[in-house]
């Protein structure tokens, strides 16, 4: 698939989120709602580094989910995405600005976070959840978490905070498990770095919940991990340190991950705050860049200098 057809593909689901009657966003649902329709999208988003799961919920049918394959996907996508993307955004044809510009913020500002430029990402995200308005869909509310991830990250706690308590609130209105996950998660790290346990407690532990429930495979492991470091911070160390070695021994036999350091992060957090610094070291030692995903060899970095 050339990249023209990629982003064409990109553009084409999210037009399939436009609430206007047109006919041929009719005939595009009805495409996307068929299996001959999702099976031609999982070739081509396979092609483009995305993974589909298909989740049953009762009475309601079938789900298609796409997961990234690794965050150096991003990376290596980079520079053939962002001039088209930047172009997108220049767009003067008024009756597709705001749908192309709303596509281009999203996957532009989820590239800038992926290569940690979060003060770029944080802003072409506060650009898009301002372009979809007063839209109250689940992909806004996933877009509002990747926002509160990122100014979390950058200290901006406050924001952080009301936006995830946003996400939370459009996942439970739409009535969408993975959206809540999401939103949970980041505004449980948000208390978190903000340091606030009690509360940072109180939302993970929800989210784990509804993980398990769920069995969103690749999400347990991360709010397990985050729940981990707040009871070890906390001084509860006999609840984290099984906590974050579940999620590190998922970490070794998944082969992708979305949010890997984050893992590792709150796992050497634990350890470090239960007084096991060998432990806590590997971890910051294995660092993602380690995983054979990532094209390392998996093996643990140089030695720690010696402690003083």
């Known amino acids: 698939m050339t990249d023209r057809l990629g982003r064409l593909l990109l553009v084409t689901l999210e037009a399939a989120r436009v609430n206007a009657?047109?006919?041929?966003?009719?005939?595009?649902?009805?495409?996307?709602?068929?299996?001959?329709?999702?099976?031609?999208?999982?070739?081509?988003?396979?092609?483009?580094?995305?993974?589909?799961?298909?989740?049953?919920?009762?009475?309601?049918?079938?789900?298609?989910?796409?997961?990234?394959?690794?965050?150096?996907q991003a990376e290596k996508e980079f520079q053939n995405y962002r001039t088209p993307a930047y172009n997108a955004i220049s767009c003067r044809t008024p009756s597709v600005q705001t749908l192309i510009e709303v596509a281009a913020t999203y996957f532009l500002g989820m590239t800038h976070g992926a290569r940690g430029e979060l003060s770029d990402a944080a802003a072409l995200l506060e650009r898009n959840v301002a372009l979809q308005g007063d839209v109250r869909s689940e992909r806004l509310g996933a877009t509002v978490a990747h926002l509160a991830n990122l100014l979390s990250q950058l200290g901006r706690f406050d924001e952080a905070i009301g936006h995830a308590e946003a996400a939370v609130q459009i996942a439970e209105a739409a009535d969408h498990p993975f959206v809540l996950y999401r939103g949970l998660l980041d505004l449980g790290c948000a208390h978190l770095h903000r340091g606030d346990l009690p509360s940072a407690t109180?939302?993970?532990?929800?989210?784990?919940?509804?993980?398990?429930?769920?069995?969103?495979?690749?999400g347990t492991p991360l709010v397990a991990a985050a729940l981990g470091a707040a009871h070890a911070l906390a001084g509860r160390a006999d609840e984290a340190l099984p906590l974050v070695a579940g999620a590190v021994e998922e970490y070794r036999i998944r082969q992708f991950h979305t949010?890997?350091?984050?893992?590792?992060?709150?796992?050497?957090?634990?350890?470090?705050?239960?007084?096991?610094?060998?432990?806590?070291?590997?971890?910051?030692?294995?660092?993602?860049?380690?995983?054979?995903?990532?094209?390392?060899?998996?093996?643990?970095?140089?030695?720690?200098?010696?402690?003083?």
């Open 21 to 72: 009657d047109l006919p041929v966003l009719h005939d595009l649902r009805s495409w996307l709602n068929s299996w001959r329709g999702i099976g031609d999208v999982e070739r081509g988003m396979a092609r483009q580094g995305y993974d589909l799961q298909l989740t049953r919920y009762d009475e309601k049918g079938w789900r298609a989910t796409f997961y990234t394959t690794g965050m150096e």
């Open 202 to 218: 109180r939302v993970l532990e929800r989210g784990l919940d509804l993980c398990r429930t769920w069995e969103f495979v690749a």
């Open 259 to 308: 949010r890997p350091a984050l893992i590792l992060l709150c796992a050497g957090t634990a350890c470090l705050s239960a007084g096991r610094i060998d432990e806590a070291a590997s971890h910051v030692q294995r660092g993602p860049g380690a995983h054979p995903a990532a094209g390392g060899s998996g093996k643990r970095g140089p030695r720690p200098l010696p402690r003083r």
